[in-house]
C-alpha cells in the first residue's frame, strides 16, 4: 500500500530539518559541556540591592516618557536630515509622542523619528526596570529559580551557543573580551565557565549591580567607555547597537579598541525577518528604545564602511534566545580564507528573527 501524502511529505521533509539542525550542531567540547554543575547563588532583595541608590522614577519611566523632549534625529547611516519615508505610525509599543518608523531613500537605513532627547529618560536607569522588567525575565527564562536564586547552570543552557560563536576568534588571540551593553552579565558569566577572561560595560548602575552581586566584573559606561581600552581579543556588542543614538559611532569604538585581528560579534533585531513582516506595527522590537533597525545589508555595510573585513552574517530563529548554536570555528574558517574588503551572507535563508555579525579588524 502506497503511504498517504501526509507521511509522502513528512518523508520529503524530515532529512530537509535534520540537515538544517545538524549544520550548527554543537559538539561535545571540554569547555562547552552540556550541562554545568554550579550552585545557585543567592540575590539579595532590591532594598538590599539599592539601598543607597535611588533613582528618579518620575522621570525614568514608560510613562515619564510620553512627556519627554524628543529630536528627529538625522539617518544614522548617512547623515541625511529630511525626506524620509514613513513606513509605520501609530505605533502601540512605543511611548515617545508621534514616533514613527522611517526609512532613508538614500542608503535604505531604517529608524525611529522623533525618538527620545536623552538616553537618561531610557526607564533601564530606574530600579523599577530591574524588579518590574528584569527580574520577571529572569524568572520566565528561569535564570532565578523557585527559591529566587540565580540559577548559573539554566543560564549556561541559555548562553552557550552564543559563547560558541566566540569561537570564531583567531586561534592566536588571548580569549579575553569585552561585552559592551551586558545588562547584569548573563553572557558574561557563561564566558566565564568557557574559560574566558570577560568584563561586562553596563550603563546603567542598577542593573550593573544585580549583576555584580553574581560574581561578574561589570563597568559603568556605554561603548564611549571602549576608550579606556586597546588591544582587545574580542569585543561583544549583543542587542545594543539597536539602543544607541549613533550607532555607526559605537562601531568606530569598537574598531578602535580591539587588537589587529580581533573579533568584533553583533546581534540586533532583524527586521527583514518574517516575524517583522507578519505582525508589522505590532512588532515587538518596535518600542521605544530601540532607535535603529538594522537588516543585512545596513549592517553589512556599516561595519565594512567603518573599516572592519571580512565580515560574515546569519539569520537564526530563536531570538535573543537562540535555540542552537552559533557555528564559531567554521566562520574562523571562513574568515581566513574568503576576500577581505566584504561582507556575505552564511546561508541562503535571511529572514530568521535574529540577525549576527562577526567582523575582523585588519591586522
Not at 87 to 96: S, V
Not at 164 to 180: F, S
Not at 206 to 225: K, P, S
Not at 322 to 329: A, E
Amino acid at each position: 500500500m502506497r503511504p498517504g501524502l501526509g507521511a509522502r511529505v513528512r518523508d520529503w521533509i524530515a532529512p530537509l530539518v535534520r540537515r538544517k539542525a545538524e549544520r550548527f550542531v554543537l559538539p561535545e567540547h571540554e569547555r562547552f559541556p552540556l550541562e554545568q554543575r554550579f550552585e545557585p547563588i543567592p540575590i539579595p532583595s532590591p532594598d538590599e540591592l539599592f539601598a543607597d541608590l535611588r533613582s528618579d522614577e518620575t522621570r525614568s519611566s514608560p510613562r515619564a516618557l510620553r512627556e519627554a523632549p524628543t529630536i528627529q534625529p538625522p539617518c544614522p547611516g548617512c547623515g541625511r536630515i529630511d525626506g524620509f519615508s514613513i513606513l509605520y505610525t501609530e505605533l502601540p509599543n512605543i511611548d515617545t509622542r508621534d514616533s514613527a518608523i522611517v526609512e532613508c531613500p538614500t542608503c535604505s537605513y531604517v529608524f525611529l523619528s522623533p525618538r527620545q532627547r536623552e538616553l537618561s529618560d531610557s526607564w533601564w536607569n530606574a530600579e523599577t526596570y530591574v524588579t518590574d522588567c528584569l527580574i520577571p525575565r529572569m524568572r520566565k527564562e528561569k535564570q532565578i529559580d523557585a527559591q529566587g536564586r540565580f540559577d548559573p547552570n539554566r543560564n549556561w543552557i541559555l548562553q552557550r551557543a552564543i559563547a560558541y560563536g566566540l569561537e570564531a576568534i583567531a586561534e592566536d588571540l588571548p580569549r579575553r573580551v569585552l561585552d559592551v551593553g551586558c545588562s547584569f552579565g548573563g553572557l558574561v558569566h557563561a564566558l566565564r565557565c568557557a574559560g574566558w577572561d570577560t568584563t561586562g560595560i553596563e550603563p546603567s548602575e542598577h542593573v550593573a549591580r544585580l549583576g555584580r552581586t553574581l560574581g561578574n566584573d561589570i563597568r559603568i559606561g556605554t561603548h564611549d567607555a571602549l576608550r579606556e581600552h586597546d588591544d582587545v581579543p574580542c569585543i561583544v556588542m549583543t542587542e545594543v547597537l539597536e539602543h544607541c543614538f549613533d550607532p555607526r559611532e559605537a562601531i568606530r569604538a569598537a574598531y578602535r579598541a580591539l587588537a589587529p585581528g580581533g573579533l568584533f560579534f553583533v546581534s540586533v533585531p532583524n527586521f527583514d525577518g518574517r516575524t517583522r513582516k507578519q505582525m508589522g506595527k505590532a512588532w515587538g522590537e518596535f518600542v521605544s528604545d530601540h532607535f535603529s533597525h538594522f537588516t543585512g545589508t545596513t549592517l553589512g555595510r556599516m561595519l565594512v564602511d567603518e573599516g572592519f573585513v571580512n565580515v560574515k552574517l546569519l539569520t537564526t530563529e530563536g531570538f535573543p534566545i537562540l535555540v542552537t548554536p552559533l557555528p564559531g570555528p567554521a566562520i574562523r574558517a571562513m574568515q581566513a580564507r574568503q576576500p577581505w574588503d566584504t561582507w556575505s551572507w552564511i546561508t541562503e535563508e535571511h529572514s530568521g528573527a535574529a540577525l549576527y555579525a562577526w567582523a575582523i579588524k585588519p591586522r
